[in-house]
């Protein structure tokens, strides 16, 4: 089995800046693309970024030139440091991993939990 634990949401002001940490454990062989999703109250779940196992990004539109998505591969953990928050991000964060196991020949999507983020004054 594998799990996905996020951390570091909270409670940020407009202009102010977080960093999101997930971290993938389990019996691990290889993991392919990680991403950041976020769902906010009342709206569908959306891609916020995502990063290929080669270090490629992909950004929504909303969050270019604002977020930023690494990863540790040693560590398998996935990073999201996202700058100049508006209220507009405020969500629940969810970590997905394409995952593949010792016990599988292919990769499956496993998410986390999710953190809160929240942009207020």
């Known amino acids: 089995q594998v799990q996905l634990v996020e951390s570091g949401g909270g409670l940020v002001q407009p202009g102010g800046s977080l960093r999101l940490s997930c971290a993938a454990t389990?019996?691990?062989?290889?993991?392919?693309?990680m991403g950041w999703y976020r769902q906010a109250p009342g709206k569908e779940r959306e891609l916020v970024a995502s990063?290929?196992?080669?270090?490629?990004?992909n950004y929504a539109d909303s969050v270019k030139g604002r977020f930023a998505i690494s990863r540790d591969n040693a560590k398998n953990t996935v990073y999201l440091q996202m700058n100049s928050l508006k209220p507009g991000d405020t969500a629940v964060y969810y970590c997905?991993?394409?995952?593949?196991?010792?016990?599988?020949?292919?990769?499956?999507?496993?998410w986390g939990k999710g953190t809160l983020v929240t942009v207020s004054s």
């Open positions: 997905n991993a394409n995952v593949r196991t010792w016990l599988s020949t292919y990769g499956m999507d496993y």
């Open positions: 389990g019996s691990i062989f290889s993991i392919n693309a």
């Open positions: 990063i290929a196992s080669g270090g490629s990004t």
